[in-house]
DNA sequence: GAGTGGTCTAGACCACTGT
DNA sequence: CAGTGGTCTAGACCACTCC
């Protein structure tokens, strides 16, 4: 025996596939498709549900029900590590010109802004023994957000750990003030004496959680991307754990592995 | 004014979140929740419905509503990339040991459950603009599922496209009877003197299709990983196109990028 | 103010699970 | 068969958007 709301959905999104409802294109309202379909608002709200789920739909309370336009992406390259090492060395006014968010989105920094905040805790077990080092270790975590200046959400939460002692020799990377520092990461770490060997990156996706849907501003539908990122340095160290959510409608991870040849 | 089914939303995901609810731990049933909440059922429903579509419960009609637990990830690896091109060359003896998916799974062949089908058809527009051959090229398309002989739902959906005159050197490369082949498409590729130089991997998430959901039995609340993949060879060819689908609640993805040194 | 989607109710009946 | 979640109704009232 067929389920109502789920043949209404199946009829809907099929009018979506094809086309005959473009994106943008407003739904009759709920009690329309009530009386068209012959089924209760109720009804008719649980099939619009579902395609809500899918990320098929946008219902704007008040306003309507609309078909989603598909949004464009931000790419987000490997490329990137080698690129920031690259800039990493060299003086400050061609670091200042732009960084690897820049470097992502084709955008310039008066377009981006960015914020950091700095916070220093003891490590708990999960990190000092990622790091290798002794629990209740000092590290700095640095959360940051950077978000286009015509855009209210930011299109990703960064969340970075340091290990003090081994950045301590230049106090001016202890200073959340200094951010967005040019040149990124790599080149705070040169300035202590430290070189990235290669960058560990380990991706899942999931629904977003309450939270991230609120800070990323999230349509129903939408899932975010989780990288956990290692840093490991030329002597083998870990100096760098971050963990970055990424709005999944709106990004797009790019990696090239490149073969030994025969 | 505080809305009832979020403010259960809220109190039961506290529960589940600071593990007053462990995994697998059965809630109340919807009419018991309604009396405790002094709620009607479907606004409990509504709340359950929020939890669910976050991937915090699951709901078993006719048994009950139980906190999930966590699955555990298969790690996809992109040294699979690098190792399979060591393989290529080897004897079929030693390719017939294991393949990248065993390299990823850390499984022997024997566990998993090999499905293929092949077809040919004309290039559309998109796949010729990708692979620079004109539109109406015939092409091999591949579909290929995995699974755990344990399981019956697939851990991947992969479709892969290659130029049929590129392979047809080698008429067994056009037989599915003959998968799953040992050594994998680099193999194959090798076989007609393609050697590849370097694979790009582009990724996006996002919520299931009702198919994708349906094949690779994806609870409620679970995103997927959509992975679009071009090997290169040697002569700056791309010899293949794939499109993987990876069930995000039990995928991990991990990208090692190495650097040069200063 | 008219029209839209959002929330909620009280209850009926169905479908599935396990004993 | 008892207990669970799943579907559906008919209607009320609220909140938001846009004219």
Redesign the interface.
């Known amino acids: 025996m067929p389920k109502a709301y789920e043949e209404i959905a199946d009829d809907l999104r099929r009018s979506i596939r094809n086309g005959e409802r473009k994106p943008g294109a407003r739904l009759p309202s709920e009690a329309e498709l009530a009386r068209h379909y012959g089924r209760s608002v109720p009804t008719i709200q649980n099939a619009l ?1 579902l395609l809500s ?3 098929l739909i946008d219902k704007l309370h008040g306003s309507g029900t609309f078909v989603r336009r598909p949004r464009t ?1 931000a ?1 987000r390259d ?1 490329k990137r ?2 690129w920031e ?1 690259n800039r990493a ?1 060299m003086p400050e006014a061609a670091r200042a010109e732009t960084g690897a968010t820049e470097h992502d989105t084709g955008l310039v920094l008066d377009d981006l802004v960015f914020f950091a905040r700095y916070r220093e805790l003891t490590a708990p077990s999960d990190l000092a023994d990622a790091f290798g080092v002794p629990e209740g270790t000092v590290l700095l975590e640095r959360t940051y957000r950077t978000r286009h200046s015509a855009e209210t959400a930011p299109f990703n939460l960064v969340t970075s750990y340091l290990v003090r002692d081994m950045i301590a020799a230049n106090p001016e990377l202890l200073d959340e003030t200094r951010e967005p520092w040019p040149g990124g990461t790599q080149n705070q770490l040169h300035t202590v004496g430290i ?16 939270e991230e849907a609120r800070e990323l501003d999230l349509p129903a ?5 989780l990288l956990h990122k290692k840093s490991y340095d ?1 002597r083998n160290r870990i100096v760098d754990i971050s963990v970055v959510t990424l709005p ?2 709106r ?12």
């Open positions: 549900r789920a899918e990320g992406r790419i490997n590590h080698q090492k060395r070189e990235v060997d290669r960058v560990e990156e380990r991706f899942t996706a999931r629904p977003p959680t309450p539908g939408t899932s975010v991307i030329v999944g409608d990004t797009e991870l790019l990696f090239t592995t490149h073969l030994e040849r025969w």
